[in-house]
C-alpha cells in the first residue's frame, strides 16, 4: 500500500507532454525521440522489462538460435571444406538457450539505460484509458499526458475455430518453441512464415525431423513466386519437408505427442509429431485498453483506425505499429514512432511504407523491398527484369556460399528501380542498397554505375541491376 502512495503522489500533479503506452521497438524509440525533443515523457509497459515482442521472445531471441544453431550445422558438415577438423561435434541445447538469454537480456537493460540517459519516465504496469487525457495504471494509480501513443503491439495467433489451442507444452507459440531444452524427433510446423520457416529451420539444424504445413501455395508470405520457390528447394535440400494448399483441419493432443489432421493433395490425413508449432502469423494486442472510454474503436482484426498522420479518432491520440494496419515488423514500428514525435515537435517528417524492407533469416536468407513480380502483372504495370546468381559472385564462391540469387524489378520506361528481391548470403544486410535506392528513386543505371568492393556480396546487386539496364558482365 505504501509503494501504491508513493507512486499516485509522484504523480498527482505531474502532467506528461507525452505517454506511450508499450514499450516494444515502436514504443521505446517513440519515448526517447520524444524526450531528446524536449517532451516530458512517460513509458508505460507491463512486461516488466523493456523491447516488447521483439527483444524478449521474438526477433531477437531467434535470430540468437538461428546463429548457434547455424554454427553447429557448420562445425558438423562445413568447416571441413574449410581445412578445419572438427570431430565428436555435438549441440548443447541448454547452453543455446543461455547464450540466447544473455543476448536478450543486455538489450533490454540497454533499452532500460537508454531511459534514463534520456530522461524518460518508465513506468511498469498495465495501462488502460480512463479519461481522454488520463491512463490508468495496474488499476489504481492515475497519469495525465496531452499526447498519448498506443504502442502495443501483437501477440502470437491461434488457429481458427479452436483449433489445437496453444497450451506452451505440446502445442507451442513462437515463444515456447524458443524455450525448448531438447530438440523433438518430430515437429509440425503449421505455417510457412517468417516463425515457422526460422524456427523450423532452428529444430531442423538441432536434429529434430521438421514438416511444415502451408493453407497458401508458397513459402514466405508476401515473398516473389520466384524467390519463394528458390528458396523452398534450398531448404528441402537442407531437410525440411512441406506440405503447401494444405489445411489443418482439426487434432488431438494426447500426454506426449500430437494428431494433426490434413486436408490437401498427396498429403496424410493425419500426422503424428512430439511438438506442434502454430506460426499462423500474429495478431494485434489491443484488449484491456478501455478503447471505448475514449470513444475509440477497433477493426475485425482487432487493429486501431488511423490516419495518414497516425492519428486514431482522437486527435491527440496516436497509433503506432503492429497494432495498426501495414507490415507488422520491429523497424516499421520504429518509424511509425519517430513519424508521429516529429510531428508533434513541428519538425517535417515522413514515413514510406513501399520502402520497407522485409527478411526472413533462414540460411541463406531471402530479403525484399518493393513490388514483387506478380504484382507489377497485377497493376498492369510494364517493367523489366535483371537477376545474377550468387553462384557467379566471387566472395559467394571464395566462401562456398553460392545458393540464390538477386533479381531487380524496373520500370521499362523510365529504369526507375521498382523491386528487388534476394535469396542468398547476407541477404537481410545487402538488400538496404535496394532500399535507400528506391526511397531516392534510383534507377537500377544509377546502382550499376556506382562502383562496388570487390570481392562482396553486393557485387550481385550490380550485376542484376547491368542485367536490368543493359547487360551484365560476369555472367
Known amino acids: 500500500m505504501l509503494g501504491k502512495l508513493r507512486f499516485a503522489r509522484r504523480f498527482a500533479s505531474f502532467e506528461y507532454d507525452l505517454a506511450v503506452v508499450g514499450g516494444g521497438p515502436g514504443g521505446y524509440v517513440a519515448a526517447i525521440k520524444a524526450?531528446?525533443?524536449?517532451?516530458?515523457?512517460?513509458?508505460?509497459?507491463?512486461?516488466?522489462?523493456?523491447?516488447?515482442?521483439?527483444?524478449?521472445?521474438?526477433c531477437i531471441p531467434a535470430k540468437a538460435l538461428l546463429n548457434s544453431s547455424h554454427k553447429f550445422v557448420e562445425a558438423q558438415h562445413e568447416f571441413k571444406n574449410h581445412g578445419v577438423i572438427c570431430e565428436n561435434v555435438r549441440a548443447d541445447i541448454p547452453q543455446m538457450m543461455k547464450s540466447k538469454k544473455k543476448a536478450v537480456d543486455g538489450l533490454t537493460k540497454g533499452v532500460e539505460g537508454l531511459f534514463k540517459k534520456n530522461k524518460v519516465t518508465y513506468v511498469k504496469g498495465a495501462a488502460a484509458f480512463s479519461g481522454k487525457n488520463e491512463l490508468t495504471v495496474n488499476g489504481t494509480d492515475k497519469l495525465t499526458a496531452k499526447n498519448i501513443i498506443i504502442a502495443t503491439g501483437s501477440e502470437p495467433a491461434a488457429l481458427p475455430g479452436g483449433i489445437l489451442p496453444i497450451d506452451e507444452k505440446n502445442v507451442l507459440s513462437s515463444t515456447g518453441a524458443m524455450e525448448l531444452q531438447e530438440a523433438p524427433?518430430?515437429?509440425?510446423?503449421?505455417?510457412?512464415?517468417?516463425?515457422?520457416?526460422?524456427?523450423?529451420?532452428?529444430?531442423?539444424?538441432?536434429?529434430?525431423?521438421?514438416?511444415?504445413?502451408?493453407?497458401?501455395?508458397?513459402?514466405?508470405s508476401g515473398t516473389d513466386l520466384e524467390m519463394g520457390k528458390t528458396l523452398k528447394k534450398i531448404l528441402e535440400k537442407q531437410g525440411l519437408k512441406f506440405h503447401l494448399k494444405t489445411k489443418v483441419t482439426g487434432g488431438e493432443v494426447g500426454a506426449d505427442s500430437v494428431k494433426v489432421n490434413l486436408e490437401g493433395e498427396n498429403v496424410p490425413a493425419t500426422m503424428e509429431a512430439d511438438k506442434v508449432l502454430i506460426g499462423v502469423g500474429r495478431k494485434a494486442h489491443t484488449e484491456g485498453l478501455n478503447l471505448e472510454a475514449v470513444g475509440l474503436k477497433v477493426d475485425k482484426a482487432g487493429k486501431i483506425p488511423v490516419n495518414e498522420n497516425l492519428q486514431t479518432q482522437q486527435?491527440?491520440?496516436?497509433?503506432?505499429?503492429?497494432?495498426?494496419?501495414?507490415?507488422?515488423l520491429a523497424h516499421k514500428a520504429e518509424e511509425d514512432g519517430i513519424f508521429v514525435v516529429e510531428s508533434l515537435a513541428g519538425e517535417t517528417s515522413h514515413i514510406s511504407y513501399e520502402t520497407v524492407p522485409w527478411v526472413i533469416y533462414t540460411h541463406p536468407e531471402i530479403a525484399w523491398v518493393g513490388k514483387t513480380e506478380e504484382q507489377l502483372k497485377e497493376a498492369n504495370i510494364n517493367y523489366k527484369k535483371g537477376s545474377f546468381p550468387f553462384l557467379a559472385n566471387s566472395r559467394a564462391r571464395a566462401n562456398h556460399e553460392t545458393d540464390g540469387l538477386v533479381k531487380v524489378l524496373t520500370d521499362s520506361k523510365t529504369d526507375r528501380i521498382l523491386g528487388m528481391h534476394m535469396v542468398g548470403p547476407a541477404a537481410g544486410e545487402i538488400i538496404m542498397e535496394g532500399v535507400l535506392g528506391m526511397e531516392y528513386g534510383a534507377a537500377s543505371e544509377d546502382l550499376a554505375r556506382t562502383c562496388h568492393a570487390h570481392p562482396g556480396f553486393s557485387e550481385a546487386i550490380k550485376e542484376a541491376c547491368l542485367a536490368a539496364h543493359s547487360s551484365p558482365i560476369h555472367i
Open 315 to 328: 486527435s491527440h491520440i496516436y497509433a503506432i505499429g503492429d497494432c495498426v494496419a501495414g507490415p507488422m
Open 185 to 220: 524427433k518430430k515437429l509440425v510446423v503449421v505455417g510457412a512464415g517468417v516463425i515457422g520457416l526460422e524456427l523450423g529451420s532452428v529444430w531442423s539444424r538441432l536434429g529434430s525431423e521438421v514438416t511444415i504445413v502451408e493453407f497458401m501455395d508458397k513459402i514466405g
Open 35 to 58: 524526450a531528446q525533443l524536449g517532451f516530458k515523457t512517460a513509458c508505460i509497459e507491463k512486461r516488466g522489462t523493456l523491447g516488447g515482442t521483439c527483444l524478449n521472445v521474438g
